[in-house]
């Protein structure tokens, strides 16, 4: 039996992230998603001969903007070379990349995995374009290219060899994900490629400390077959290792059909670049008040407000972590954690009531109707016992959806809703209960303490809703007493 467990996996990726520009990183083409093919395309993005390159500053704001959330150092001088490669969806026959001088460099990414932090730390990041996309499922014959996607800016993010596991790489690229979109630098969608990964993966003895010999997973464009990519990978190589072979470093594709990692054709992962420094693109030079308008500008970031969710609202890892997946989800509960103090309350009336209204209406929250203050209200109805939680969400909260406008109190009353703690009407129906069920009394009074729930059914059940249920509590207990 191979003990897998003496070994550690050690995973360091490229991820690359589509900027969500309107136009090219070097051109005035439609950057956007999809289109009938090649109609986002000029002279540009189709590499005719004489045509030159202008840079889309936009992008470059981008990069800093992500760089400075990750506490990247920012080079105020970085530069564009020329990375050379034949195929047929790069007319140009090199792709504009950033080799030697990268714009960031640096900075790190804590991700939490089974209740663990851990700081993943940051190579650098670069600038580059693109290329297009060749289809080979279409035709029986022939294979097919669209340049749409040729010359879309793209923001490659390098890691260090810091993850170690399936599990760590989904968190880190889910955290990554969260965060350009909280930036809104990208919708790190990785169905249509806007996000997407390569994965180096080796292993090693527990407690050694140098790196083994790493393989390259290509192209991994869904988390699912990343953590399938990697899990195999991980068992190939220890196998390897187990049977006295050596790891060779090569590129692999991942088979989602088969779920293997095999070796790309050496002709795709023979790597001679011949990079050097585009000569139509002079270097970027920011000032540094450039970078620190763009530093004034960054929202709060998503681990901070997870900070602040868990400690300043006391609100479970659970809880935080779903307020605080979408920026917009997070915005809305300060706003509403303003108005109220009962952070719990008011989390679970977003998770639980809203959010599902949310997808059910098919509605953004920008479009929920209900201001902060209503749901404030809604909240200290049910924390004052004035209408059960179950009514509150059943009946007042379609209510308040409907009619927005209108003092929850006023709309909790017209339906009948408002629970009674008025100790003569509830004296009343505590006495018709236990004088309904004289043998539970006996009970009870012999000590099977546990027929309280029972009366409190049966009470409630009279007063069809509308008893407080702390105070119908206490007159039960009194009257038994
Ligand atoms: P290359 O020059 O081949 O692109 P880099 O040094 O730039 O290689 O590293 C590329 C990626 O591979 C980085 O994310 C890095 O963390 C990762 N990496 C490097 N060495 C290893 C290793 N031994 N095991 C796992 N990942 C590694
Ligand atoms: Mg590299």
Do not use: W
């Amino acid at each position: 039996m191979t003990n897998y467990n003496s070994y550690q996996p050690v995973i360091g990726l490229e991820i690359h992230l589509q900027l969500a520009t309107q136009s090219k990183a070097f051109c005035a083409d439609d950057a956007s998603f999809g289109g009938e093919p090649n109609t986002h395309v000029s002279a540009i993005s189709l590499g005719h001969p004489g045509t030159l390159p202008r840079l889309n500053k936009k992008q470059v704001e981008y990069a800093v903007r992500l760089g400075l959330a990750l506490g990247s150092e920012i080079n105020l001088v970085n530069c564009f070379d020329r990375k050379n490669y034949f195929y047929t969806d790069l007319p140009k026959g090199y792709q504009i990349t950033q080799d030697k001088l990268p714009v960031c460099v640096g900075g790190s990414l804590e991700i939490r995995v089974d209740g663990e932090r851990r700081k993943i730390r940051l190579h650098h990041l670069h600038i580059e374009e693109d290329a297009g996309k060749s289809i080979h499922d279409q035709d029986p014959k022939n294979s097919l290219i669209d340049l749409n996607r040729a010359g879309v800016p793209l923001l490659e993010i390098v890691t260090e060899p810091d993850l170690h596991s399936a599990e760590e790489v989904d968190a880190f690229m889910t955290a990554m994900r969260q965060l350009a979109r909280y930036l809104g630098i990208s919708d790190g969608n990785m169905q249509e490629g806007s996000m997407r990964c390569d994965v180096n993966v080796s292993v090693r003895k527990k407690g050694q400390t140098t790196l083994g010999e790493r393989c390259e997973i290509k192209n991994m464009n869904s988390m699912r077959f990343a953590r399938q990519a990697i899990e195999y990978e991980v068992k190939r190589q220890v196998d390897i290792l187990e049977s006295g072979g050596e790891v060779v470093r090569e590129t692999m594709n991942f088979n989602p059909a088969t779920g293997l990692t095999t070796p790309m054709r050496d002709k795709e992962s023979a790597h001679d670049y011949r990079y050097f420094p585009d000569p139509d693109l002079p270097p970027v030079s920011l000032t540094p008040a450039f970078v620190e308008e763009v530093r004034a500008q960054l929202p709060a970031l998503p681990n901070a407000l997870f900070e602040k969710f868990t400690t300043e609202f006391q609100l479970s890892e659970y809880d935080a972590g779903l307020l605080t997946a979408e920026r917009e989800t997070a915005t809305f509960f300060i706003e509403l954690a303003k108005k109220t103090p009962a952070h719990k309350a008011a989390a679970n009336l977003v998770i639980n009531k809203i959010s599902p209204y949310l997808s059910e209406t098919n509605t953004t929250l920008e479009a929920f109707p209900v201001p902060a203050d209503q749901l404030a209200e809604f909240i200290q109805l049910i924390e004052g016992g004035k209408v059960s939680a179950s009514m509150a969400y059943q009946r007042l909260f379609p209510a308040m959806v409907e009619k927005p406008g209108q003092p929850v109190l006023k709309l909790a009353e017209s339906l009948h809703l408002l629970q009674s703690s008025d100790a003569k009407f509830l004296e009343k129906l505590v006495d018709e209960v236990l004088e309904k069920n004289p043998e539970k009394v006996a009970e009870y009074k012999k000590g099977k303490k546990g027929l309280i729930g029972f009366f409190m059914g049966e009470v409630m059940k009279a007063s069809k809703g509308k008893a407080g249920p702390k105070a119908a509590n206490e007159v039960i207990l009194r009257k038994l007493a």
